[in-house]
């Protein structure tokens, strides 16, 4: 017996189940979301007699007798509760995954008495994961709610945003700007995701439902000598099981998005075939009747394997002796090189009065979103029609690559994708596990899920960064610099997934620098490890990490200001647009504004005048700054199409009326936490002269929205606000002349004005939209020569990609003895263009650069060099940022529109990844100045520090400290 939200429940359990699994598949609470099952993230904690428990770690017997609260019990109604709402008021929610844990642990805080003060809450709140937010959203929404005895006003100075704008400007292709656009009205996604009534993967559930579970590689490398599936068919519940040579018969191996140019192609079938390349690939899958009978039978599976020889470090892979893991394709684990160049780089520093060099390691990392994959498959053989719910952020792409593997027509798939939690470039493209659930759904007539968990995770979804960077700058003694080389080489991993190893290095490796001569040379290894896929900057956090460091170090050697050597050489509004060594184009912006705007936020000019670095208590102060440009968006299919990318440049909508009077808004953008719902909305609504509620955002699926690309690379809101301008415009055009023919009025002396089509001067003269729109679905009332119905359906591409900018500054402080050290302040400084709506952006930024933060100096995938095997594949021991690690954010905006884009918009989703390694790496180095400190590799831990100090003789160079 159970009292669950307020009535007593009474059942029988199976021993082994888990609390959340009674909550959420015996009960139906969806909101008690699952993340990492062993405790740590905290997605699925609920109350248990007031106290907040994760019931991942809980067995569902010992919830007898207990009083259980779960975030379904909120809201009465329709109506939140005061503590949702200062969740929606304070942007405390993106992608929704986390906001049930974050909710039911407020709640257990509230009785305290006193209240808890700030940093107590921000304690307390480390019992769940977010790698959305950066949590200053939840903190600000928890401390108002308990009443925090600090200053709840006063909280915006340890995390402060600034905006910034420059000063008016016209309105941008003929739209008004000033309705919605730069306003922030209250997501539209929130209620549903603060109520636990969010539609993510596996809250979908149908009757007859298998479950699969998927036996993996234990080894980095070997060959496969034998299965026997035998003793495992014959567990109870097991309907289906797959083997390698069977997947070959059924399918075509997966297809991949985003080729490595002028490679040779990998091919690879959702099973191993003959060899595995890593540990974690799939070799065997099994559909049963639950999970548990699944995971029983993988456990009686025979598998012999005979290890080969393996290699997991990149550049070890390249070595002549290394064991060439495709050898029946590549002669070496050289996958592809390539190089671009402007000018003459070699002899610009074989002419340099200075050249400086350094070897740069960028640690492999884990995207981590808290909702883990996720596919349900079911198949109608009779209407040839596969309906597949994913967790992924291109539905379409999804469609199109599963149609390629399954041998099935595209027309025959619908993709859905309702609520995502969380991607960062991960959930991008077709994984063997999707492939899987399609094949035993199509077996055995029976929808089939699976949800990855938590140990599969770390080997079976892709990873991110993995590069070694050797750059080179070349300079005149006076500051000047005259050229940049770059080499860098790329882990892969064991295949090309779907979007394989980082490519924009290549694309901004030259930074915000005014730099003619400059070469890139791009090498792609491949080695015994998870596949590398996108993550958020893709590329860029790496190149800027190795060019910014190397900055500073050229600084120290001209012995310059490194703020002004930064301002020597930076590009002026004046010199953009510029066409870098690389080919592209930067489109404009202030870069020299954003910089000085980083320094003067950390008073950078007090701190260089005062030489002495060593503060009263010993420790050591530094300052870095790191500037960056970002690619956002892509240039045109042309370019894509040059590269052999299977995706385009462009985003597509429809628009149609509804007979309330509102718009439907149709797109296959999924929902994963960059609030597109609401970002979408405010344009079309500024487009069409309508409220904005009367906008209704349909998103994620295939069969509903015109065909389209995803959301990724910074590209969504630059590519749809286009597509939805142009979209909004006929149907505008069209609403007018309905509206003129009731009236009896000129067409052009009629606008939409909210919820009415009117009069321009005489506000009486007025219609409804819904009598509007009625009309036109029924065909009734139109003018001549009007067709029955109003939709309109537009694809838009850019002319070429715009480029977001900004400066970052950290303030450190290091004890010089143990190497350990405080982040105290860091600073970004950004702009992305017109802001659709500024606190949106505000939670991108201060997500990412958390995100950025923990890959610098937290957070790294682990091999061990002798067995290959990853040492560090859990939640227990990957340490993602929690809300006690996070440094005070300040953030201050500018705004340039870029004149590339409609509305002047640029990318703001990876941004905040990019200058954090860099700017907390030279504060380092600027702290320990004396001791000749050099930081070149990811992540910087304080034993990286004392390694670093170690090597300069520490017990000889050190100053007395104050205490003697």
Sequence with gaps: MVTLNGSEIEDTVPVRMHAADFLRHRQGMTGVHVGCEQGVCGMCTVLVDGQAIKSCIMLAAQLDGAVVRTVESLAEGDQLSRLQSLFKKHHAVQCGFCTSGFLMLALSLADRTPPPSRQTIREEISGVLCRCTGYEGILRAVEEYLGCPDDIEGSAADSATVHVPLPPREAQDGCKVDRYIGQSPPRKEDDRLLCGDGQFVDDVQFSLQLEMAVARCPFPHVRIKSIDISKAAVVAGVKHILTGAEVRDLSDPLTVLRPVPGAPKLSYYALAQERATYEGQPVVSIAASSRAAAEDAIELLEIEYEPLPHVSDPLDALEDTAPVMHSDVLASNLLSRSEVRGGDPEKQLSDADLVVSGQFRVNRVSPLPMEPRGVIATWRPGARDLMVHSSTQVPHLVRKQLAESLRLDEGSIRVSASDVGGAFGMKLGVYPEDVLACLHAMATRRPVKWIEDGLEFFRASTHGRGAVHHYTIGARNDGRIV????????????????????????????????????????????????????????????????????????????NADPLMLRQQNMLAPEDLPWTTPSGVIYDSGDYLRTLQMAADAVD??????????????????????????????????????????????????????????????????ST????????????????????????HVHAGDTAASPLNTGAFASRTIIAASGAIKQAGEEFLSKTLRLGAAILEAPVEEIVVDGRVVRHISDHERQVPLSRVFSGAILGQGIPAGDSPGLEASASFEPAEAAFSFGTAAAVVSVDAESGEFSVERFIMVHDCGTQINPLLVEGQVRGAVVQGLGAALNEELRYDPETGQLINGTMMDYFAPMAADVPPIELLHTEEPSPTTTFGVRGVGEVGTIPPAAAVANAICDALSDFGVEISELPITPETVWRALHGKHLTTTMPASPDG
Excluded: M
């Design 483 to 558: 050229a940049l080389k770059n080499k860098y080489t790329t882990d892969l991993g064991g295949w090309n997934s779907s979007f394989g190893s980082a490519q924009l290095s290549s694309v901004v490796f030259a930074g915000p620098y005014k730099v003619a001569d400059g070469s890139v040379e791009r090498s792609v290894a491949l080695t015994n490890r998870t596949p590398i896929g996108a993550y958020r900057g893709y590329g860029q956090p790496e190149v800027n990490f190795a060019l910014e460091v190397l900055i500073d170090r050229l600084a120290r050697k001209l």
């Design 604 to 669: 950078y000019s007090a701190h260089r005048l005062n030489e002495n670095r060593q503060r009263p208590d010993g420790r050591f102060a530094g300052i870095g700054l790191a500037s960056f440009v970002e690619r956002t968006g892509y240039a045109s299919a042309r370019f894509l199409a040059h590269r052999g990318s299977q995706y385009g440049a462009h985003e597509s909508v429809t628009l149609r009326a509804n007979r309330t009077g509102g718009v439907d808004l149709y797109t296959g953008v």
């Design 672 to 695: 994963f936490g960059q609030s597109s719902e609401t970002a979408f909305a405010q344009v079309c609504a500024d487009v069409l002269g309508v409220d904005f509620d009367c906008i």
